[in-house]
């Protein structure tokens, strides 16, 4: 258990708990306000993300920072973005469930340290190992459910939307509750 994010992150960025600390470049811990309300959870680092050492930083990200930005979520101010594995799968493969499970202390740590109100999971990975294993993106986006005291809520993985840009609409909506949500239960986040 850890007190202070400088001590989380000084042990997090060594990690070598399963083989993807091997072929990383950078790990990619998160970004954003450590004290916010609302936490995004992707899936793992990409290229760009590798390369640069944040979540969401290339051509699904910059979907994402799209949406955030219509109901006035800023990276940089009012939110925290991390990802179900700190460290790029090779050829953007899914996180395996054991790098998963190596990971998921970490992130337990950064909640816990957070306390976040809202923890958004973006795409199918985040949702089926945080809200329930059988979670369907299609069909339960947009829901929010409280698990352990947090409204827990997902929606679809922008890379999902830029090979299928039908459900668009249907993302933008869950951002519209969202927003709704967040005016409900935070305090500080608007
Ligand atoms: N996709 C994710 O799920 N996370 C990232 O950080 C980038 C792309």
Known sequence: ?????????????????????????NLVFGVGNENAEVLFIGEGPGEQEDLKGEPF??????????????????RKKNIYIANMVKCRPPH??????DEQEAC?????EQVRLMKPKII??????AAQKLIGADFKVTQQHGEFIEKNGVLMMGTFHPAALLRNPNNKPQALEDFLKLRDKIKEVCDHTY
């Open 1 to 25: 258990m850890y007190n202070t994010w400088e001590e989380l992150k000084a042990d997090c960025s060594g990690c070598q708990k399963c083989l993807l600390g091997a072929t990383r470049t």
């Open 57 to 74: 930083v290339g051509r699904s990200g910059q979907l994402l920072d799209k949406y955030m930005d219509a109901i006035g979520l800023d």
């Open 92 to 97: 953007n493969r899914d996180p395996q469930q």
């Open 104 to 108: 998921l202390d970490w992130l337990r």
């Open 120 to 125: 958004v999971c973006v795409g199918r990975i």
